[in-house]
């Protein structure tokens, strides 16, 4: 449009087989959007070599009000959709967060941490609900070493749903300065709890 604005405005229009003009922008902007010039009309100006379509020169006041209608109803989608991409998964991401980073030496940064080591080592997509902290699964031995007993139910994709207790060993690395798994050569740091057996009756 600049390229056509260099020919001093001297646009002239092709109407009805016969040619008229020379018109500056402004003239030729108003007989388009009053209706005296029909969308599909052509016109030429100086450095052009065919005559081009006037919606080249002209937007229409019509498609200019389509254009913000479209963009306005783009742009509510758009944070529509963020606003439920937000509420859907951020609670989600928060507890990923706190399940990665955790460097207090305490029982419910050792829960929390000990949820990222199991959920690690049952894939991230296991869908796995955790029981909610209680102190009284924490138990430490020393200050940098911790057993969580954690119960979650597991709900994958394919497969019926499971309540399954695992024991978590975790260590403190003071390189890292957070709760890291306490995996050894012998030992992984999660292991399922068995369910104890039940005693046998008198009539047994």
Not at 87 to 109: C, H, M, N, Y
Not at 135 to 157: N, R, T, W
Request: with cysteine.
């Amino acid at each position: 449009m600049a390229e056509f604005r260099m020919s001093q405005e001297r646009y002239f229009l092709y109407l009805h087989g016969v040619q008229r003009g020379p018109y500056t922008v402004s003239q030729v902007g108003h007989m388009v959007n009053s209706g005296i010039v029909h969308h599909e009309a052509m016109f030429w100006c100086e450095g052009l070599d065919q005559w081009q379509p006037v919606t080249q020169l002209i937007v229409p006041k019509e498609e200019k009000k389509r254009r913000r209608i479209h963009f306005g109803a783009g742009t509510i989608a758009g944070c529509g959709a963020l606003l439920l991409f937000v509420w859907i998964f951020l609670p989600t991401l928060r507890q990923g967060w706190k399940e990665q980073r955790q460097v207090e030496k305490d029982a419910s940064s050792a829960y929390w941490r000990a949820r990222g080591v199991l959920r690690e080592s049952l894939g991230w997509f296991s869908g796995a609900h955790f029981r909610e902290f209680e102190a009284s699964a924490v138990s430490f031995k020393g200050e940098d070493h911790a057993f969580v007993d954690l119960e979650a139910q597991i709900s994958p994709y394919f497969g019926s749903a499971r309540t399954t207790r695992w024991r978590v060993e975790l260590k403190y690395d003071n390189r890292l300065r957070m709760w890291v798994g306490a995996e050894s050569p012998a030992e992984p740091p999660v292991a399922p709890v068995v369910p104890a057996a039940a005693a046998p009756t008198e009539a047994e």
